[in-house]
Structure formats: C-alpha cells, structure tokens
C-alpha cells in the first residue's frame, strides 16, 4: 500500500468516534526529581530545525546495588530528548526483564518545552514478549508518554530486584540512538572484591568512592547504517564486572574466579542431562548404521543425525534459557534448541565411545569474552570433539578442525545449523571466542576467520558455440561452506523460487535464454550443494553479433560492492572466501587468441587468471581468494585494486567470431 | 471478480446457545492415500500438504465468541515440520482454552500425544487495559512422511469486527472448511472474491454460513503482479450494520456523504450568503470572465495548491515549523480551510467542490482504493475498503461519463490524479445516488521523464564522470517526490543518493532536487558521479563503453517466460534519453551501432547513436503504454522488453587514435 494514500483524517462517514479520556493528560502535572531537573540544567541547546537524529539520549545511569546475599537491586534512569516534532518514539522507555527479575517500580515524567512537566499513570505501562524464541520469559517494560513535541525530555526510572545466575556479567554501553552522558554504577557490600575489565576499546578508570565505583563515557555514537559495516553496537565498549564475597562469607550465588571455575559451574547445571539409557543408545545405532569405521566419518554421521532429525524449537524459560533439556526429553520430542541438539549429539558420541565438550560461545556479537573475568554472555552451544594425535582428517572436515592447545586438535560441530555442512564453522561463529567446558583443562577457543579455502564458491560453464552463432550453456556451480548454507536455505524454502532466481540471474548476464535443464544435489560427499543449470542462448542479432563472448560474466555480481570515497569505517565481507569460475569454450575459431594470464597477491586477498588451449576448446579459470574479510579504512585501496580485478576478470573475453584475428582485449567498464 | 455474496437482515430468532461444535480430531491413524502423497513442488506440494483445516467461528453465544479450529497435514521435510509449532491465541481476560486435541501420526503406526498440560502460556502484551496470551506447543516426534492432527476450542471475548479469511495459503490445501455463526439480532454478510475456477462454495444453513473448498493452490509469486487481495481467494463475514436493503447501501452512503459535504462547505456562514468566502477567493483568483470553465477549474486547482497547504503531504521542514506553532481548535469546515490556508487531503477536495460549484460545474466527490493494496468490492458494503477522495466535475451540458477527475492539492495538474487511484474502480458519490467508475490512467505522453547526460573519462581512465538531469512530469517520480519531501534531511539526501544511481562502486558525489520547497510541479534532480575503471592495456586497440548506467529509467525486468497473473504497470509512460559520450583520451569513436526500433503492442522503442566531433550521442526513446496487461499477452510484453534490454546495452566503440606525426 502507498504510504500516506489512506486518508485518516477522513470525517466522511460520520462514524463517532469516542474520544478516550484514558489518554488525557489534562491531570498529570508533576514536579520533577532531582535528578531529571539537573538533566534539564545541563541539556545543551536543541540546534537545527531538522537534525540528523530525531533524538538523542541527555543522559542514562543504571545503579546496580550487590546484596550482601548476592542479590541485586538495579536502578536504571535515563532521559530522552526529542530533537524533531516527528520524534514520538522518546516517549516510550523500556527496560528488560525476566523471570529472574522482579519489576519493583516504573515510572516516567515528560517536560515539554515551556510547559509543566507531567507524570506517568500506572495505566502507562505495559509488558511485551521479546524477541524470537518459540516460548521466552524475556519481557521488555514499557513505559509510553504522548504528546511528544519537539524540545520534549522524557525522563524514565525502573527499579527491580534481580537473582542473579552469576556473580559477573556485562554492560554495554550502547542505548541505540546518541548519547551525551552514560553511567555504570557499582555498589558492593563493604568487603567485597570487584574485578572488572574492558572489552573491544579501553574505556575510563571507575571513580571510587568507598564500596561505590563508577563508570562515565561521554558522546557515543547511534548506530550506522552503512552497507556491509559493523554494527555500533558490536564496536562500542563493553565492560566486563566480576565480584566476589570476602573469603569465608558463603553467598547462594556462584562467584567463579576463571573460566575453569565457570565450566565447574556450568557441569553442575548441565549434570545428567547427557545420559546415555537405551534410547541413547538406539539413536546412536540408528544415527551410525551407514557410518564408515573411521572416528571422523562416525562423528560426522552422529553430527548429521542430529542436526537433520532434531527440530529446533526454543524454550527459553527461567534456568531452561541456560540448562540442555535431557536427551531422553530431546529424543521423544525430537525438537530441542542448540544445547538440546548440542547435548544430544554429545550422547550420541558417547554411546559410541567417543569423547567431546560442550562449548559456550556468542553466536552473533563479536568480542564477549574477557580472558580474566568469566561472565555469561553466550548465546549458542556447541560441541568440540578432539581429534585424536595422528588421525588423518579428511578434507570434508578439515575447515573446523582447530588447535585446542592442551586438548588437542579439536574438531567444532554445530548441530543446530541445519543449512551448513559438518566440517564448516558459520561465518556468525568465525572469529568468536568460546568457552570449551572439559573439566580443569577448560579453555577458550578462537574459531577461525581466515579460511578462504573454506568458503568457496566453484563454477564451471561450458559454452558451445554452435554454427548458428547460437549458445548452448552448462553451468554447474558447487557452493561451500556459508555460500553452501545460504544456497541450502533458499533452495529448502521454494525449490521453484530457487530455480527462478537462478534464471533471473543468467538472464540478467544473456538477456534471452531458454533454460533445458535445472537439477540440484542438495549435499554432496564433499559437502558441496550443488546447482546445475542448462540452457540456450538464441542466434545473436547482427546488432550484437560483436562475436565477443565473456569468459566470466558474473564475476563481478559475486563480491558486493560499496561507496568508498567517503566512507570511515571499515567494509565487511561476511567471511573469508575463494570464488573460483572456470570456462571451457568450444567452437571457436583456432585462430582466436587467449587472454593473458594474471597473478597477483596482496595482504588480503590473491587473484589468478589463465587460459589455455586443449584440443578445440579453450580452458579458462579464474580465482580470487579473500583472506582478510575485514578492509579498515586504510586498507581501501586495496579493496579498489580487488573489484578493479574482479572488474577485469568480468570483462575478459574470446572473440568467437570466423573472422577473428585481433587479440583478445579485456575492456573497461563494459 | 466477485464468486460469491450474501446479505442476510438480521432475524429475531432466539440465540441458540449451543456451544457443541462439530469440529472433531481426524482418524487416528494415516490413510492409504495420505501415505502416498510426495512432495510435488510443481504443484504446492513442497514442505507439506494441509490435509484439511476447519474452522468455526461461533458468534451465537451469549457475551463471547467461541472458535473451534481443526488442521490436519502431511509433512514432507523438515520444513514443513514447522506446522506442528502449534500457537492458540486468547484474545483479552475471556479468552480460555476449552477443548484441546494434538498428535502426530508417525508412518509406522505409533501415535504420539501432545497433552493440554504441555501447552505454555505466554504473554503477548498486558496492560491494564488488555491482555493478549499466546498458548503454545510443539507437537513431538514430527519427522517427514508423517501426518499431525491437532485442534482446539477456544472461548474470545466477543467481536463485530470483519472476519477475512483467506483460502489459499503458501501451501495446497486439500480441505478447507470454514463455518460462521453470526449473532443473532444483527444483519449479517459475507462476501467471496477470487473464487473462480477454484473448487470452493459457500452455502447457508439456518444462520450458519459454510464455505468449503477442496485442492486450493498456493498462490504463485510474480513481479508486477496485482496486490495479493487480489490474487488470493478469500471470504470476509461481517456484520452490516444496515438495517435497510442492502442495494440501497451506496446510494445511501452518497447521500450522506453530500450531507456532510454542504455542511462543512457552509458551516458557520451567515443563511443569505453561505458560500460568500469562496466568491471572494474567486474574486482573488483573477480568473478571465471568458475563460471556459475548464480553464477556470484548472486556475482554480492551481490556486488552491499555491495557496493552501495540504498538511497531509507536508515537507519534514514543514511539518516541524508547524509542530512549533500554537494552533487553535479547527473546524471541519471549508470555512475554517480558507481562513487557515491549510487542511488535509480530503478537505481540499471537498474545497475544491465548493469552487466548481460556485463557478457553475457540476462536481462531486469519488471515493477510491489504492489499488497497490486491493481493488474497490461494492458488493462489500463496507465504506472501510474506499482510502480517499477526490473530485468528479462535470462541466456544464457534458454528459456524466464525460468527468474529469481531480486530486486538489495532490500537486498534479487538474484531470491527473495519482497513480495508484487508477485503473481501478471506484466510487462516485452524487446527491442522486452512487454509481461505480473506473478511473482511467494518465495518458502516457502526461508523464514523461527526460533525462540529460554526459559521460566524461578522467584522463588517465581510471574512472567515468557521468552526469545528469532529468524533468519528471505528471506521474512520474511522483511518489518519489512526495516521499522525498516527506523524509528528514539525512533520510532524503540518502534517498536522492540512491536515485542518482549510487549501487556497487557507482559512487554519486552531488544529488539534488532543486524545487523541492515546493508542493507542485515537475521532478527535477541533478545528479554526478562516476565509477573506478580500469585503465586499457596499453596494447589494447579498441575501447568499449555500455551507456546503460547513465541515468537510464530502469525497464521492468520480466524474464520468466510463464505467467500465470496480469502485469501491473504503476502508469503508462514515456522516458527519453539524451547521453552524450566523450572518447577517452588516445580514443577516437569507431564503428556506429545501427539504429534500433522495436514497435510492440505495448509499446515503442526508439535508441539512435551518432557519431560526433567529441565522441557518441545517443538518443532514446521508450514509451510503455500499458497499464495491465493479460496473463495470455504475456510474451509479446516480455519479448517488447527483452528487445528493450538487449538494445540497451549497446556498447559504444572507440579505436585508438593514430598518433600524431
């Protein structure tokens, strides 16, 4: 529908309409609290009539108060300030809760400018479910003031009280719109020991007041929403929090020193749950009964059981968000999430007699994990299985293959991702660090993010010219890794809607094309997905009967692209890559000539092209392997000299015409 | 359009109070001929198949609704195992689950229960006021190849809202029932569209309306097809509200409608001369007595767009002047309009009625749809489907199916309105009655875009300079350019960006609209950038260059040679293109590209290259004449465009000039 092409304001039909005396705000006057009148003081002035940002945060605290218990009291106050008469959303305020936290007070107050200020009502506030998980106890409280006007400050305060799982944990300090002053608050019963710690960018010392410590940043961005760069709020500081009872003082919450303390603590959670009993052990009989005899093809058997029979459901409620249901519940449900699918595999193996480890890890934000403060602050479990010293590892399952260090090789499966291959560790999961839970050898663990050979996309055409300068095409790609796993998706969504798009896409390259053929192998031995399509491209007209043929016309639709010029941030591809295309043409005339062969290397990236002859048909290939995904802003013009490549690689061409003499050229920006 | 309809008076038979549904679980054990169903994607079958789904909406019960709700499916992957996600909603504090049944049939017999106590409840959203609960549960041991049967009953708070129910879903479904009991004492409807050649009826039995249908496809995606209300098959039960004959329901909305319309044009005035502020803005309007009355309505709509401002289509720089002023309480009177010099859409045709009338036309108001959505139903009397108005005048002697058609303060010229009111049906509303219209599109040769270009290489080659400008008329880049008005500064410089052609490596260094600030008048956008390129090996003799970048409209892309739904145009059209290509440094212009002309039934191609001094001219012309095209004239469309594309990417050719002595 056209926005705005509804009319609202429409009185044609005279329908009464009631006017909700709920939403009057004639009684509400309210004086401010202290706090919020000393945001008023220091709010800069408004400045243009239409800004940027429609609004900004003037100040944000979260007071945290640890219990002599362990409990804790969480006051967070922040005022919001709209900077546009379109900027309703600052009279919302939210603060997040779950079943672990009891919402003790919500209360708001709006100062539009000039005027009085007025108070929330009671009615003001509702709870919604968050985010995506089937069943969740995640709950934002919401707090909405109306009339919002230009100038307007909304002023929020919760207060709850809070059963924390653990004596550590995370703030970040990201609000989602600009901030001018935020603050992290700490207090402690007296004697208490607090350890703390800044992850991605150093942030300021705590003030220390006694057993109250505090954090201040100033100016920190909103997001950015620029085209293949990181998100503000993966890049902004995150500080890490770890406090501790004086020794001898027992408290009922778990306060561990490091991460062998930590995975102790999770074993305890999670004890039992992997029990093998005889449904356990039939699933593994099941799951291994077409399985070679070799470790790896067993545990890529076990992997692929689950993965595949295992639906992923989500329950994530109260101590179920973190606790892996028990394998017996998993098995007779057979749907489960990642811990569920995660604990069930692990049985599997141990059915069979073969070791592994849960591992904890953050599935999308990068850099979670401190080295010296163990805090929760993962999202995904996986499982690592070691590698026995000496045992071969085929090439299908090499790309998880990591250094565990004292635990060895240790090969990373994720069963819940049901479009990637075993053998491949997702682009959401390259470059994170996770926690492997293996008793005292506990350790963390970087995921590669450097395999180019991993993810790979490998296209072979064979173009015949016929005599009627028609062309008859094959192109068969073999996707890998992540391009195997996106392709996967599309393809198990509408196997009708894939093959469309594939149409489309030669269609874009040839304009007229009769497709002959389509098929897909969904996953091969080697873990490839792969997508054959046949077709024909009619006579050229003599408009375009140039006689050229491209040898790689769709190298340049392979790597998106973005604006530099005026670009600060760094461009992100979503993982290393190889992307390698390779044509056999025949039926072109011997006397046409070849393009060069190329080969350069630069730090993040390398990019090859030959063509021979072999017999009547010409051999092409081209390859460029991108093995720093990540280009900083001095490192663009590197990435210039990379599309330039791929640029040249795209228009690189055979002039397949019977009078063909010249010498093959490859033309710019064509 | 319209299979089916139904009115029915509301009737004076008690209640029934039966709460005793006839919906029940399904066998317990998989049929023969559900076991041999295999996935058939070419014809729905893909991810699972819905064997059967009920539904019974029960609204003959005292003080709440009842819902009963049966499905019964065949799971064909692992996708498919997403239908036994099972979500019962519970509307308000009524809302209770009464009845619950769930299993999963496995292929080898065994029959797996899902148990009410492992439904969870989840809160949706609570507030004082209202709740909204979600019971959820997962059907276990789903494995492809079985078949799941669950159903429910289910207490609502009560509701007269319209019921839709659409009876095609992503996937085929093999039985569809739906059964409606509507309360008693109230008139009641129902209405089915899209019906046709699909196995679907609908029968009344005392007050129960059934609708039943078996086979129903999924519907098909395709670019450029109508709005998915219309493809997809559906019933709407409603309640009237209409005490009266149902036939008579238009006419009587038109007659309220000219109610409302004279009392907001003299509300407030003086009883001898009611219409006394429009005279004297005519007055101000300067009009020549000899005009023709067109003229005078053209001046007229011109007026009213230069001197009243549409507060619904307001720049964000208005809208923030405006949120910085004190105003006073407003009347929903023309009266009040005037004296303000601003009101909404829907006054400013309503004033512009007024000054037809007053200047001797005859003028009424029209009710329409924006077709991007759905298409105007009159046999669903429900005034809730028309989204605006806009205004039929009929000079003097014309006969009714002469009028012209008029959106005031739309910024398009008197007898355009905008696009996506065209080309479908829709409301004209006169004292003597309602009657339906099909308002036809702007003419193709009302809106066209001319786009100018130059394209530039830096000497040493490493990029083009291309730029640009284009002058929009009528309904091209209209909408664009009321959205662009709309957006904040940042939102619309991002968006101009973008229009300039900003994509990959384009990169766009100036974009502007010059006469933004006002309402009306043309689109016109000046636009710079330029693309790296690699330099030619030195060796290389010629050079070759693609124009298709330089500010060319894009042709709508219809590769796939099956259609199954008519082509949807926003407007007929006419682009023209003027490039003016510089040789490279070293280059001169080679061979010319033979002119090319492709003539089509929907439209015409013209592309012209010449040879110049400094380089190429090329001249384009495409006119797209049509605004829907039939799903059985489908290819001679896609080939017309297919010529299209293929002349567009006429390269240019330079050979290196010879070097100078």
């Known amino acids: ?670 | 359009m319209c299979a089916g309809a139904a009115l029915f008076h509301g009737s004076n038979v008690a209640a029934s109070s039966k709460r005793v549904t006839k919906i029940t679980p399904g066998p317990s054990t998989i049929s023969d001929e559900e076991k041999t169903i295999a996935p058939d994607p070419a014809h729905g079958a893909e991810q699972g198949v819905i064997l059967v789904e009920e539904t019974e909406l029960n609204q003959d019960i005292a003080a709440q609704d009842q819902v009963a709700y049966h499905l019964r499916a065949k799971i064909l992957t692992n996708e498919g195992r997403d239908l036994a996600n099972v979500e019962i909603p519970l509307e308000g504090r009524f809302g209770e689950l009464l009845q619950w049944w769930g299993r999963t049939l496995l292929p080898d017999g065994t029959v797996v229960e899902l148990p009410q106590k492992d439904l969870n409840e989840q809160i949706v959203r609570k507030s004082a006021y209202r709740e909204t609960r979600v019971l959820k549960g997962a059907l276990p041991a789903v494995v492809p190849g079985c078949v799941i049967d669950y159903g429910y009953v289910a207490r609502a708070s009560q509701s007269t809202q319209p019921v839709r129910v659409s009876l095609q879903r992503l996937w085929l479904v093999r039985e569809l029932r739906y059964h409606w009991i509507p309360r008693p004492g109230f008139g009641s409807a129902y209405v089915m569209s899209l019906s046709e050649g699909l196995d679907l009826q609908a029968t009344k039995e005392d007050r129960m309306i059934r609708v039943a249908g078996k086979n129903l496809p999924p519907v098909a995606s395709e670019p450029l097809m109508p709005p998915d209300d219309e493809v997809r098959a559906a019933v709407t039960f409603y309640y009237t509200f209409y005490p009266k004959n149902p036939k008579q329901y238009w006419n009587d909305v038109a007659r309220h409608v000219e109610e409302n319309l004279r009392r907001f044009l003299t509300k407030d005035q003086p009883a001898l001369s009611r219409t006394r502020y429009l005279k004297e803005a005519i007055g101000e309007m300067k009009i020549p007595a000899d005009a023709d009355i067109a003229a005078k309505l053209r001046t007229v709509n011109d007026w009213i767009g230069a001197n009243v401002v549409n507060l619904s289509l307001r720049s964000s720089e208005e809208r923030e002047a405006y949120a910085a002023e004190k105003h006073a309480p407003e009347e929903d009177s023309a009266f009040d309009v005037m004296s303000n010099r601003h009101g909404t859409n829907d006054q400013l045709d309503k004033l512009f009625v007024g000054f037809a009338r007053e200047l001797g036309a005859e003028a009424w108001l029209v009710l329409a749809t924006d077709r991007t959505d759905h298409y105007f139903n009159p046999s669903m009397i429900s005034v809730d489907q028309l989204d605006a108005t806009l205004v039929a005048v009929l000079p003097p002697g014309n006969a009714k199916e002469a009028v012209t058609l008029v959106d005031s303060g739309s910024g398009l010229p008197y007898g355009e309105i905008p696009w996506w009111y065209t080309g479908s049906k829709a409301l004209l509303l006169t004292p003597d009655g309602a009657k339906s219209i099909t308002l036809r599109p702007s003419e193709a040769k009302n809106s066209v875009s001319e786009t100018k270009a130059t394209v530039r290489f830096e000497g040493d080659h490493t990029s083009d300079k291309i730029a640009w400008s284009r002058t929009a008329t009528g309904q091209q880049w209209y909408l664009d350019r009321r959205w662009v008005r709309s957006m904040r500064p940042d939102a619309r410089q991002k968006r101009l960006v973008e229009i300039c052609g900003q994509q990959g490596d384009f990169e766009v260094s100036h974009a502007e609209v010059p006469d933004l600030d006002k309402h009306g008048g043309s689109f016109r956008i000046s636009c710079e950038g330029s693309r790296p390129q690699e330099p030619p090996d030195e060796t290389a003799l010629d050079f070759k260059y693609s124009f298709s970048g330089a500010g060319i409209e894009v042709v709508p892309e219809l590769s796939s040679k099956n259609r199954a739904y008519p082509v949807i145009f926003n407007f007929p059209r006419v682009d023209l293109n003027v490039i003016e290509v510089s040789s490279p440094e070293g280059f001169v212009p080679s061979e010319v590209p033979p002119p090319v002309k492709v003539e089509g039934r929907f439209g015409r191609y013209e592309l012209t290259i010449a040879r110049t001094p400094g380089g190429f001219n090329v001249s384009r012309k495409l006119a797209l004449l049509a605004l829907r095209v039939p799903a059985s004239e489908y290819e001679d469309l896609r080939k017309f465009l297919t010529e299209v594309t293929r002349a567009d990417r006429t390269q240019l050719s330079f050979r290196r000039a010879a070097e100078k002595p």
């Open chain 1, 1 to 670: 529908m056209i926005p705005h092409s509804r009319d609202t304001s429409r009185p044609l039909i005279a329908l009464a309409l009631l006017a909700s005396a709920m939403f009057s705000s004639a009684a509400r006057a309210a004086r401010l609290p202290d706090w919020a009148k000393a945001v008023v003081e220091h709010a800069p002035p408004l400045g243009e009539a239409t800004p940027k940002e429609t609004a900004r945060v003037l100040f944000a605290e979260t007071r945290v108060e640890v219990l002599p218990d362990g409990h804790m009291t969480i006051r967070r106050r922040f005022a919001n300030q709209a900077l546009s008469a379109t900027a309703g959303e600052v009279g919302l305020g939210s603060f997040f809760w779950d079943d672990d936290t009891r919402v003790e007070t919500s209360r708001a107050w709006h100062l539009p400018p000039g005027e009085k200020a007025e108070k929330s009502y009671k009615e003001d506030a509702f709870d919604v479910a968050l985010g995506d998980a089937f069943l969740t106890d995640d709950k934002l409280r919401h707090l909405r003031m109306r009339g919002i006007k230009r100038g307007s400050i909304v002023f929020f305060e919760f207060t709850a009280t809070q059963t924390p799982r653990l004596l550590s944990w995370l703030f970040p300090f990201y609000e989602g719109v600009p901030v001018l002053r935020t603050r992290y608050e700490l207090t402690t019963p007296p004697g208490w020991t607090v350890r703390t710690a800044w992850l991605r960018t150093k942030g300021p010392d705590a003030q220390i007041s006694a057993d109250v410590r505090a954090w201040e940043l100033n100016d920190l961005p909103g997001p950015d929403d620029q085209p293949q760069s990181e998100r503000a709020a993966d890049i902004l500081p995150l500080l890490v929090v770890g406090v501790a009872p004086p020794q001898g003082v027992q408290v009922p919450i778990p306060a561990p020193s490091d991460w062998q303390a930590f995975a102790a603590w999770y074993e305890g959670i999670a004890a039992g749950r992997d029990e093998v009993g005889p449904e356990v052990a039939e699933a593994a009989r099941r799951a291994l009964a077409s399985s070679g005899p070799a470790l790896l093809e067993r545990i890529q058997a076990a992997a692929t059981f689950v993965r595949d029979h295992v639906r992923y459901i989500a329950k994530e409620v109260g101590i179920g968000g973190i606790q892996p249901r028990s394998v017996k519940e998993t098995l007779s449900n057979l749907y489960g999430d990642c811990k569920d699918k995660g604990t069930l595999f692990r049985s599997i193996l141990a059915a069979a007699g073969h070791r592994s480890y849960p591992v904890l890890i953050n599935l999308r934000t990068p850099e979670t994990v401190s080295d010296e403060i163990p805090a929760f602050w993962f999202n995904h479990f996986i499982v690592a299985v070691p590698v026995p010293h000496g045992e071969p590892v085929p090439e299908r399952l090499a790309h998880a293959v990591v250094d565990g260090g004292d635990l060895g090789r240790l090969l990373f499966v994720d069963t819940t991702d049901e479009y990637l291959s075993i053998g491949w560790i997702s682009s959401a999961l390259a470059g994170k660090k996770g926690l492997v839970i293996a008793g005292s050898a506990s350790r963390l663990v970087r995921l590669p993010d450097d395999d180019a050979a991993a993810h790979r996309l490998e296209r072979r055409s064979r173009i015949e010219v016929r005599p009627d300068r028609s062309l008859s095409i094959e192109r068969t790609t073999r996707y890998f890794g992540q391009f195997a796993a996106l392709a996967r998706f599309d393809y198990r969504q509408s196997s009708i809607d894939r093959r469309r798009t594939v149409e489309r896409s030669v269609a874009g390259i040839w304009i007229e094309v009769e497709t002959t053929d389509y098929s897909t192998e969904y996953e091969a031995p080697d873990g490839a997905f792969v997508e054959t399509i046949a077709f024909r491209v009619p006579s050229p007209t003599s408009v375009e009967d140039s006689g050229e043929i491209r040898l790689f016309p769709d190298a340049v639709d392979l790597l998106p692209r973005v604006p530099l010029v005026k670009r600060t941030t760094p461009v992100l591809y979503d993982t290393a890559q190889t992307l390698r295309l390779e044509t056999i043409l025949t039926g072109v005339p011997a006397s046409a000539s070849l393009p060069p062969p190329q080969a350069l290397e630069f730090e993040r990236w390398s990019s090859r092209m030959t063509a021979t002859r072999d017999g009547e048909a010409i051999r092409s290939s081209w390859e460029v392997a991108v093995t720093r995904p990540r280009f900083p802003p001095e490192a663009f013009g590197d990435l210039r000299k990379l599309w330039a490549v791929v640029s040249s690689a795209s228009a690189a061409l055979i002039d397949a015409s019977p009078r063909s003499d010249a010498g093959a050229v490859a033309p710019p920006g064509s």
